[in-house]
């Protein structure tokens, strides 16, 4: 019953505090990272069906700093991209290609996801402790019944023998 109460309590709990980090750490992205035009120096290859969705295909683009770096570079396949196209990229102040910030949604669900995830361990850790106290103290029942009945076994054996 316990659980019930503390389960919403934890996740809730749980949840604000992840996304409270989540979001700090999108806003430490936001200020490191710089959104460039990367330029693809090929087409893209045809996807292989792997489900991923992206072809990875060389491009060019400039750092922060104005120095030019060649790499490669996801382009989603729905986009129909061909060398020249330009795709925005992340990048860090040296240039390298850096994931996207992640956005409010992305951090809003990353949260709730961890909040539901510590509500329930904290109702299987509930059930895991009830279980473990009703085997100890059965465990303990039993030892007791049986010095018991160690005890009242003889007398009644001297008794139904006669």
């Known amino acids: 019953m316990l659980a019930v109460v503390v389960a919403p309590a934890v996740g809730f709990s749980a949840g604000a ?6 979001a700090a750490a999108a806003e430490a992205d936001r200020t490191q990272l710089t959104q460039v035009d990367a330029v693809l120096q090929s087409d893209p290859p045809p996807i292989d069906g792997s489900g991923e969705g992206v072809a990875w295909t060389g491009a060019r683009w400039f750092s922060p ?43 809003r669900q990353q949260a709730a996801s961890i909040g539901l995830v510590s509500a329930f ?19 303990s029942r039993h030892r007791a019944w049986a010095r018991g009945w160690s005890e009242v076994e003889p ?6 023998m006669r």
């Open 17 to 22: 505090a992840a996304r409270t980090w989540l």
């Open 155 to 160: 007398s009644w054996r001297r008794r139904m």
């Open 121 to 139: 361990g904290t109702v299987l850790g509930a059930v895991f402790a009830y279980v473990g106290g009703v085997a100890l103290l059965d465990r």
């Open 65 to 107: 700093a104005g120095v030019v770096v060649e790499g490669r570079v996801p382009v989603p396949a729905d986009r129909g991209a061909v060398h020249g196209d330009h795709v925005p990229i992340w990048v860090t102040p040296t240039g390298e290609r850096h994931r996207a910030p992640q956005t409010g949604s992305q951090i």
